[in-house]
Every structure is written in C-alpha cells, then in structure tokens.
C-alpha cells in the first residue's frame, strides 16, 4: 500500500478510506449519550459504503482488549474535538463577515449540509475526483440539500489547485475561511510547504484558517511503528473481512516546517492548541491518553492594514 507522487484513490481505498474513518468517528460521536455535534451524514455514507476498517468505531466498547480500546477511546476524542473545534471557527468566520469558504480535502465532511452558513455564504470542496463523486452520488440518493451555495472541485491538491478554483469561480480580493482537516500528514512534507504558499497567495487580507497538524514526534520510528501495530489490530474488531486500512502507510513520516511560525512570518497571526487541551475544553474532562495523537490545532488570520495601523 505504498504511496506515488500522482496516486489517486476511491473512497473504499488507500487515503480516501481515511475519510470513511473520520466519518466513522462522527457517526459513533453522534449517536452517543452526550454528542459534541450532529453529524447524521455521516452514518448515510457508512451505510453506502459497506464493511470496512471505518466500522471500527462501532465496535469500540465491544470486546476489544484494553489497550486498544483505549486508543480507540482516544481517537474518538480527538476527531470530536476536532470537528468541535474547526465547528467553531467557521461560526466565528461566519460573524466575522466572511462569506467565502474553502475545504481543502473535504473527504466526508458534511459542513456544507449541517453549519447555518449565513446567506450569501459559498463553500468550495476539494478533493479527490472518486470521493466527491461518492459523495454526491450518496447525498443524492439521501436527498439532503446543501445549507450554503456549494462548488466541488475534482483536483489532485499535489497539483495546480488555485487555477482550478479560480475557474470554478473563486474570488481572490475577497477574504476566505480555510479548512486543512485531516489532510497534512498524507502530504510529502513540500507539498504542505506548496499547499500553505498557494493557500497565502490566495488570501485576501482578513482571510482565515484553520488545520490541524503533525507534532514532530509523529515522524519518529516508535510513533509509526506503533500506530501501524495499533491499526493493524482494527480488524479484530471491525468486521472488515480482514481488509485494513493501514494509516501509517498511507502518511509521510517526514519533519515538517511549522505551521503556526510559518504562518506568523507571513503575516498572520496564529496558534495551536494542542490535542489534550483542545478534549478538555470541549468533553469537561482529561483526554483518555494524554499524548495519544501526535497532532495539533491550529488557527489563524491574515492581519489587515488596520492591524497594522493599531500596532
Ligand atoms: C482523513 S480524510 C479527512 C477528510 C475531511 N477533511 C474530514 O476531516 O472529514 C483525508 C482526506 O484527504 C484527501 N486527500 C489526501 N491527499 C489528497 C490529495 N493529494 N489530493 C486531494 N485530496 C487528498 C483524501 O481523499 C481524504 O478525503
């Protein structure tokens, strides 16, 4: 299951099964006692997808053995405190005033049916062409309408994405709310260094995004090696006819330049928050394992020429 630099994928295969992953973690999310979110969608595009590793999430309080439901435990507070999270920052893009959105491989995410976007609002989605298709065709036949004005786009982000968005009628001049979710660690670590150049040059001043990021400790050896033995365990419990989705494979365990001082060179102002901060906000309680997910939130904002006049 390695990867290429011009690989492409359905949503059953390779990176795209990743997004039935994170749509699994949303569904169980959803229908558990004390929610973060709603996320209805995501149990319709489980169902047209059939078994696989992503129905690993169901099964999480069922016999798995202790450690790996912790993990599991694990990752589910992080994609809910991830969708809480990026969630938020959209509603505050949103009273902010901006009305242009871009989800940068939107995979599953289905805020484009469940946010109350204001009117006006038009959100773009990027991703493989057989994910959006997949998805469409789901939503289709499910018959849910869109809460804001919504454009797909079929691009490789490896590729010449902002051309490809300009034609799809992308307005540069005017400030666009960004979402990187669930994307970075399938890159090779220049293409995140050309996704941020790209994403910056199309940023109107007062611009927005958010992502969540690789720590460095993601790209060690131990790290690796664990998580694949950890995922590899999944089909014990999911019944995936021995079928796994294989994460570490699939990701590029490389050091990165990061994100949130790159961001601040370039005249954004930016954070990160970190896994266990960001579970404790939003569950009210420690994350099941402190230093589970080597990952992090990140949030930031183009500074304007009034920015500049109060400094
Ligand atoms: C883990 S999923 C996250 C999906 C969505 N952002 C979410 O959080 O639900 C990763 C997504 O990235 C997409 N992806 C990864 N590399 C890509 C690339 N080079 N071009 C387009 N899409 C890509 C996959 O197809 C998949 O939908």
Redesign the pocket.
């Known amino acids: 299951m390695g990867r290429t630099d011009d690989?492409t994928?359905d949503?059953t295969e390779s990176?795209?099964a990743?997004?039935l992953?994170?749509?699994g973690a949303?569904a169980a999310e959803t229908e558990s006692a004390a929610p973060l979110f709603r996320d209805p969608l995501a149990r319709v595009f489980l169902d047209a997808a059939g078994e696989g590793t992503w129905n690993v999430f169901d099964r999480a309080g069922g016999d798995a053995d202790p450690e790996l439901a912790g993990h599991l435990r694990s990752l589910l507070d992080f994609?809910a405190a991830?969708?809480a999270f990026?969630d938020d920052f959209f509603s505050a893009a949103s009273e902010a005033g901006i009305r242009q959105v871009v989800?940068?491989?939107?995979?599953?995410?289905s805020r484009a049916w469940r946010l109350p976007w204001p009117d006006g609002t038009r959100v773009f989605e990027?991703?493989?062409p057989k994910?959006l298709a997949f998805k469409a065709a789901t939503l289709r036949e499910h018959g849910a309408q869109p809460t804001a004005e919504r454009t797909e786009v079929a691009?490789?982000?490896?590729?010449d994405?902002p051309m490809t968005l300009r034609q799809n009628g992308f307005d540069e001049a005017a400030p666009t709310a960004w979402?990187?979710?669930?994307?970075l660690?399938?890159?090779p670590s220049h293409?995140q260094d050309l996704l941020f150049e790209r994403l910056h040059e199309l940023s109107a001043p007062g611009s927005r995004v958010v992502a969540n990021a690789p720590t460095d400790d993601a790209a060690s050896p131990d790290r690796v090696a664990r998580e694949r033995e950890l995922t590899q365990r999944f089909s014990s419990v999911a019944s995936t006819g021995g079928a796994t989705t294989d994460v570490a494979a699939l990701s590029y365990a490389e050091t990165r330049t990061d994100v949130v001082g790159w961001l601040r060179e370039h005249g954004w102002e930016a954070s990160a928050t970190s896994v266990p901060e960001a579970v404790a906000h939003y569950r009210g309680r420690p994350a099941a394992e402190a230093d589970a997910i080597p990952s992090t939130f990140i949030s930031g904002r183009r500074r304007t020429i009034h920015d500049e006049e109060d400094s």
């Open positions: 690989d994928w949503v990176v795209g990743t997004a992953m994170v749509a949303r994609f991830r969708t990026i989800i940068l491989a939107s995979g599953l995410d990027l991703d493989q994910v691009i490789d982000l490896r590729q994405w979402s990187v979710e669930g994307l660690r399938y890159l293409a």
